[in-house]
């Protein structure tokens, strides 16, 4: 029979108050935020039934995401974390509301076209800006609600419970956008946001972790000096950050299903949640099967796997087989994160965790928003399906490339 204190200790982070009361926070947080994507995707697709829109709509979160992104890194380690995460949650409720609002069929009605289209690309803006502090805030705070050598644990943890948000998100938007409207739709995205920032008052600040008294500018020198010195560090985000700058094809997603797969809103929420359900799933096993060596080597085998993945989707005119090769992306994609997650969150000083986690946004806002940009580009350019292909098979030539230009990642254990 186990030792109770073994099993305690074990499950230590899921037994902490103020841990439940983060992650119950956070993944009604994410869950609303993850709807957006899918309502705005839809709507700016109905409205204009421009691709180039889709990717606008990623660019326009990007560019406040990735500029804010160092200074917001330096603001979180000088600040009360959870002051901060306070202010950013009430800020994004506000933006929903106003998304709400602007996308509602009362504002199609009394308004033009590209009224609608600017207006949410603007909200879109503000909730750029906010995501450049609000991630790094998050990532910061959440190592000091545990102790360090429950880390990893509640890392696996925190990164499940945003799967789970991360799946059921999309779901719920497709179902609501499929069976009654987008007006409708916003209200739980609010509801669950409102709910979010209730929830995180339950928790009691913490002490601020950096006292540092450098300018701004040397606190953003030593965040970039430390990632750019962690060669391990460098190579798993800059692998990463290419292969999904160009594989990337959830920006095309509505013109795929409204246009070749022809499942509506309701088979487009399910889409999007295929790659988080596939990632849910690799990082609930690797929770409780870690990878115990060769973890630089198995980070080449899944991005190449990603790969193959998207350039199988990109022929598919079927669903189901659309939705197979999503989940098996978001399957190599979840043992990526872990590797990476990991990474970050063990070799990274709590004093430094603002600063790192800011970098570390920039890599992955650079290969998720501006790879949608990318992929809207080239969409508009080539053609949808010449456009995901050329996407596949540059994820594949940078696996390629970094396989023969950084040998020491292949070697890379922790």
């Known amino acids: 029979m186990s030792n109770p204190s073994s099993i305690t200790k074990k499950f230590w982070p899921l037994l902490n108050l103020e841990f439940s009361w983060f992650i119950?926070?956070?993944?009604?947080?994410?869950?609303?935020?993850?709807?957006?994507?899918?309502l705005l995707g839809w709507r700016l697709y109905e409205i204009t039934g421009s691709k180039l829109a889709l990717g606008m709509l990623g660019l326009s979160e990007v560019i406040p995401a990735i500029a804010m992104a160092?200074?917001?890194?330096?603001?979180?380690?000088?600040?009360?974390?959870?002051?901060?995460?306070?202010?950013?949650?009430?800020l994004y409720f506000f933006l929903m509301l106003g998304l709400g609002v602007v996308t509602s069929h009362w504002m199609q009605s009394h308004t033009s076209r590209a009224v609608i289209e600017w207006s949410i690309y603007i909200l879109v803006f503000g909730t750029g800006a906010v995501r450049a502090f609000a991630g790094p805030a998050f990532n910061a705070f959440?190592?000091?609600?545990?102790?360090?050598?429950?880390?990893?644990?509640?890392?696996?943890?925190?990164?499940?419970?945003?799967?789970i948000a991360a799946v059921t998100g999309p779901a719920i938007a497709g179902v609501l956008m499929g069976y009654a409207n987008i007006t409708i739709a916003f209200v739980p995205v609010c509801t669950m946001v409102g709910i979010?920032?209730?929830?995180?008052?339950?928790?009691?600040?913490?002490?601020?972790?950096?006292?540092?008294?450098?300018?701004?500018?040397?606190g953003v020198k030593d965040g970039l000096r430390f990632v750019f010195?962690?060669?391990?560090?460098?190579?798993?985000?800059?692998?990463d950050m290419f292969a999904v700058l160009f594989g990337g094809a959830i920006a095309l997603l509505p013109a795929f299903a409204s246009d070749i797969l022809k499942v509506g809103p309701v088979g487009l929420g399910w889409l999007v949640a295929a790659t988080y359900l596939g990632n849910f799933i690799a990082i609930a096993w690797l929770t409780s099967h870690p990878l115990k060596k060769k973890q630089g080597l198995s980070l080449f085998y899944v991005v190449g796997g990603f790969g193959l993945c998207i350039l199988v989707f990109a022929i598919s005119e079927n669903f189901w087989l659309s939705f197979a090769a999503l989940f098996a992306s978001g399957l190599f994609d979840g043992v990526s994160v872990i590797i990476r997650g990991t990474i970050v969150q063990i070799f990274v000083p709590d004093e430094m965790r603002g600063r790192v986690s800011s970098v570390n946004s920039i890599f992955i806002n650079s290969s998720n928003e501006l790879g949608q940009f990318e992929s809207g580009v080239a969409a508009t350019t080539l053609g949808m399906v010449p456009a995901v292909i050329f996407g596949g098979c540059?994820?594949?030539l940078v696996v390629a490339v970094t396989w023969f230009k950084a040998p020491g990642l292949r070697k890379f254990e922790y």
């Open 229 to 239: 010195h962690n060669k391990a560090l460098l190579g798993a985000l800059s692998l």
């Open 142 to 163: 959440l190592a000091q609600l545990v102790p360090q050598e429950s880390l990893v644990k509640a890392i696996s943890i925190n990164s499940m419970v945003w799967l």
């Open 70 to 90: 160092l200074p917001a890194g330096v603001r979180v380690d000088k600040s009360n974390k959870h002051k901060l995460i306070s202010t950013c949650i009430a």
């Open 24 to 38: 119950t926070a956070r993944v009604l947080f994410i869950a609303g935020l993850r709807m957006t994507p899918v």
């Open 196 to 218: 979010s920032f209730l929830l995180f008052q339950k928790i009691k600040p913490k002490p601020v972790s950096w006292q540092g008294s450098s300018k701004t500018w040397e």
């Open 394 to 396: 540059m994820t594949l």
